[in-house]
């Protein structure tokens, strides 16, 4: 008898995910539509430019979010060209010796100096003499908080004590007291995995949440110190609740943006990664709709070396436990269950 009631319970999960998979498919574009880490319309021109070796359309883009005070856009637009500028780097190296002194121009070269000695073995101190090429950049703009941020990266790999890092915490705050960027980076620090805990990483994320303006991605910060614990492990055990109302949090910041908007992309792929962990299959397609096309490098590189394959390779596999938990039958509008008759 147990043998023949685990083979019906297998029988009706096959035929629930037969029966649904199909129609769960809608509001998800095709896998070819899929893009991994798209750039958004104001940065995709310079992308393009510098491919081209030309820098003016970067140093106009950088020099607009500098100008207006759009420190969360100017550091993503950083960070993205100095990703690029690590395999084609001719157009910085034309920029900076026409503008030496250019402070758009030095927050990308000291950006891309981190990144570059980040994997060495030799990582703490090859940064150590990143520092001049940060300080510079720190004092092309006095009111900018992207060097800050790269700052509290930069001291996070030369192994900086807690003392040093909270000066250069206090300088990014005052600056920009919810930026993004700079709170993520002293998450990072704060993590299990460099010189704190996971209880720590918790109560600085949610302290944040709790300060943040109405629909800022710092909102959102529990969320990445529940990926740091499912991903980290550790000693410390964090209750379930505490990771529920984490994605709970960034869910209700997600639905404060548009489906398929660019700029929440990333904390929608983090936390559907939460989600699957979780085994919260609805909530994880529900933000599976909401990203679109727009798959991001993070988290899903952390899993895998083709983060874009893992992303739509969990994607189906979501819409399956989906389908699997649908019943075949489900209630008819009149409240009992569907007869034949009323297909």
């Known amino acids: 008898m147990v043998d023949t009631m685990a083979l019906l319970r297998a ?36 992308l393009v430019a510098a491919a081209l070796g030309e820098y003016d359309i970067a140093a106009k883009l950088l020099a607009s979010t500098r100008e207006a005070a ?16 690590r395999t084609r780097d001719e157009w910085l190296q034309t920029w900076q010796s026409e503008s030496p002194h250019d402070p758009d121009a ?12 980040w994997e060495s073995p030799a990582r703490a101190e090859l940064l150590r003499e990143v520092g001049p090429l940060i300080g510079a950049a720190a004092e092309g ?65 949610e302290r944040a949440a709790q300060d ?44 404060a943006y548009a489906p398929a908007d660019p700029w929440p992309a990333e904390v929608r792929n983090l936390l559907t990664y939460v989600l699957i962990r979780l085994e919260r299959w609805q909530d994880a397609l529900d933000q599976l709709r909401l990203i679109g096309p727009y798959a991001t490098s993070f988290p899903w590189d952390r899993v895998s070396d083709d983060p874009l394959g893992q992303f739509l390779e969990l994607r189906d596999g979501v819409r399956l436990e989906v389908a699997s938990i649908i019943p075949l039958h489900p209630r008819s509008e009149r409240g009992g269950r569907a007869r034949s008759g009323d297909h």
């Not at 030095?106 to 000695?117: D, F, G, N």
């Open 212 to 255: 943040a303006l109405p629909g800022s991605l710092v909102q959102a910060l529990p969320v990445r110190a529940a990926f740091a614990y499912l991903t980290e492990g550790g000693r410390a055990v964090i209750p379930r609740e505490r990771l529920d109302e984490a994605a709970d949090l960034a869910i209700a910041v997600s639905a």
């Open 70 to 85: 759009e420190w969360e856009n100017r550091d993503r637009y950083a960070r993205r060209l100095a990703v690029f500028a």
């Open 11 to 46: 029988f009706i999960r096959t035929a629930r995910m037969v029966k649904n998979t199909s129609r769960l498919a809608a509001g998800l574009p095709a896998d070819d539509e899929v893009l991994l880490d798209a750039p958004d319309e104001r940065l995709a021109p310079a």
């Open 106 to 117: 030095l927050l990308v070269k000291a950006e891309l100096a981190v990144r570059r000695w």
């Open 141 to 205: 703009d006095p009111r900018d908080p992207v060097p800050w941020r790269i700052a509290l990266d930069h001291a996070r790999g030369t192994n900086a004590g807690h003392t040093e890092f909270e000066k250069l915490w206090t300088e990014a705050v005052r600056r920009s007291p919810h930026h993004y960027g700079c709170h993520v980076a002293a998450l990072k620090y704060l993590s299990a995995a460099w010189y704190g805990s996971h209880r720590e990483c918790f109560d600085f994320a």
